[in-house]
């Protein structure tokens, strides 16, 4: 769920190119309350379930002390516990699918296999050629090529059953070019499909339920963030025993500084100093005559990072901003670093001058746009 009463906000599609989209949610524009802007609710279910402890142990605790009545201890807990549940289900399910995605890719290979090494088989009695004889084998397409698509290759597969089943004498046992290989090679196919639709079937409703249970804990934490701001002054220390910042607080990490590169083989390492308030590092990189723009090359929560997938030969620029929940700073100072055609390592870089474009700066996230969280703090999208 969004907040209500917000027009032309940014929603982004892909961090990496800054592809943004707008939507208009309610015309009646409202300004942002800044306890929400400093206490924005985790989107990973990972930092939504930490938080969530965090709550609920501060309504546990506090939550008499301080006359919230309106939600009770128990009512954020089976909320909490709801949701936590429900992602522990979809992992599961979601690690079902993969696995057995494995399994069906393994039988369709095994299928393919059998395929090519019968068609090496007939071709001594039908000829290496393709001609009339090759179709009651299957082979229908005026070629002898195995079918590259699944659904075409079972249907070979089942002709070539059909195929032995009235022509045995054409078997080689030795080799396993039998119906019966074939039958029970399409049979674990068929097995594996069925299998991976239950199993995609399942994850679909296992995410559906935690999307359920996570509108209902957001609201909840919501709500207990609006009663806070209503009971607690924006400097009063007990919003951290809710795992909260203090809304009165700064909580947009500064500027990164004493940026280094270093090229080790095929990868670049990357570092910085520590920045205050920073919960992770946003690694951005543009290669020189390959990007328009600054793109996002890793995400670390410690200050440094290992920058994979570019081309040897290649000058790259790399720069980083420092990221507190959803609040970026603004960027480093750039380094530049080749990868060398020759495979060797390269001393670190010193920081260049700061040439980091002017839609990056002030907070920018990068598509021009500039975002305040209601203290003169930038919100990073």
């Known amino acids: 769920m969004r907040d209500k009463g917000w027009h032309g906000r940014c929603q982004v599609i892909s961090e990496s190119q800054y592809q943004f989209r707008y939507w208009s949610i309610n015309s009646k524009k409202k300004e942002r309350h800044p306890c929400m802007a400093q206490n924005d609710i985790p989107k990973s279910p990972v930092e939504l379930s930490a938080l969530g402890a965090l709550m609920y142990n501060g309504l546990l605790n506090l939550g008499t002390p301080l006359g919230i009545t309106q939600i009770t201890p128990a009512a954020f807990q089976t909320k909490l516990t709801a949701f936590n549940n429900a992602e522990t289900a979809f992992i599961v399910a979601r690690t079902t699918q993969g696995s057995r995605a494995v399994a069906l890719a393994a039988a369709e290979e095994a299928l393919y296999k059998w395929l090519l090494k019968t068609r090496t088989v007939l071709a001594g009695r039908l000829g290496a050629a393709w001609s009339s004889a090759w179709v009651q084998a299957g082979f229908t397409s005026a070629t002898t090529a195995v079918p590259q698509v699944s659904v075409p290759r079972a249907g070979l597969g089942t002709a070539l059953v059909n195929y032995f089943t009235a022509n045995p004498t054409f ?16 049979y674990n196919r068929t ?5 991976l639709q239950g199993a995609e079937v399942d994850a679909k409703t296992k995410i559906n339920a935690r999307s359920t249970a996570e509108t209902a804990l957001v609201e909840m934490m919501r709500q207990l963030i609006r009663i806070l701001d209503g009971t607690l002054a924006k400097s009063d220390p007990r919003w951290e025993s809710f795992g909260l910042n203090l809304p009165s607080a700064k909580t947009t990490p500064g500027k990164p500084v004493n940026v280094t590169a270093t090229v080790a083989g095929a990868q670049i ?12 590092y946003r690694w951005r990189i543009k290669v020189a005559g390959v990007d328009e723009n600054f793109r ?9 990072a290992i920058l994979t997938g570019i081309a040897p030969g290649y000058s790259v ?3 980083v901003q420092a990221v507190n929940r959803t609040l970026q700073g603004v960027p480093s100072a750039t380094v530049r670093v080749t990868l060398p ?3 060797s390592a390269a001393a670190p870089v010193a920081p ?6 002017a839609e990056l700066t002030n907070g920018s996230n990068g598509n021009g746009a500039i975002y305040r969280n209601g203290n003169g703090a930038h919100t990073a999208r």
């Open 171 to 186: 078997e080689v046992a030795s080799l396993g070019i039998t119906a019966a290989a074939a039958s029970s090679l399409l």
């Open 191 to 195: 097995t594996a499909l069925l299998s």
């Open 296 to 304: 996002l090359g890793k995400s670390s929560p410690t200050t440094d």
């Open 341 to 343: 055609l020759a495979q």
């Open 269 to 280: 390492n990357v570092n910085c100093d520590p920045v205050p308030l920073a919960t992770r």
């Open 317 to 319: 620029d790399v720069m």
């Open 352 to 357: 260049l001058v700061a040439d980091v474009p």
